[in-house]
């Protein structure tokens, strides 16, 4: 519940950066001089950049906790019993275990289920990056189910 908090008062506060920037924006459209009305159309150009990564990030984080809501029903949502060293998931344990996900989504590459085991195997091993994907996949095959 903290972090949807968080999440929601992180938004509101880029909103209203957002709508600032827009009225700054606004300010140099509206000057005489070409250079400002050049500062202008840029900074649009980067709200509305913002605010499309700000809803891609949003809606990947809902779907991807909807996935899970999903696979705990089941009990199919793998659990997190990987030891800690220092109090980060030890490598070894994670590379060991990531094997395990690999070969079920080898096994069967058209279940969204083992996509999104697999991108919790790639996010307990360190690979941030592979496990988005694993994760974009997932929802993906969802949708298409």
């Keep these: 519940m903290k972090t949807k908090i968080a999440v929601g008062f992180l938004t ?25 009305k050049v500062i202008g159309v840029c900074v649009i150009a980067i709200v509305i950049f913002g605010v499309w990564s700000l809803v891609r990030e949003i809606r990947f984080g809902s779907n991807t906790e909807k996935l899970a809501r999903i696979l705990e029903r089941e009990g199919l949502l793998p659990e997190d019993n990987l030891p800690r060293v220092r109090g980060r998931i030890d490598r070894d344990a994670a590379d060991q275990e ?20 697999l991108g919790l195997a790639y996010d307990a091993a360190g690979d941030r990056k592979r496990a988005r994907a694993a994760l974009r996949d997932a929802i993906t095959l969802y949708r298409q189910d």
């Design 12 to 36: 509101a506060l880029t909103l209203l950066f957002a709508g600032l920037a827009i009225w700054s924006a606004v300010a140099f459209l509206i000057t005489d001089h070409w250079i400002a």
């Design 98 to 117: 990531f094997e395990i996900y690999r070969a079920e989504t080898q096994a069967a590459p058209e279940n969204w289920r083992s996509w999104y085991r």
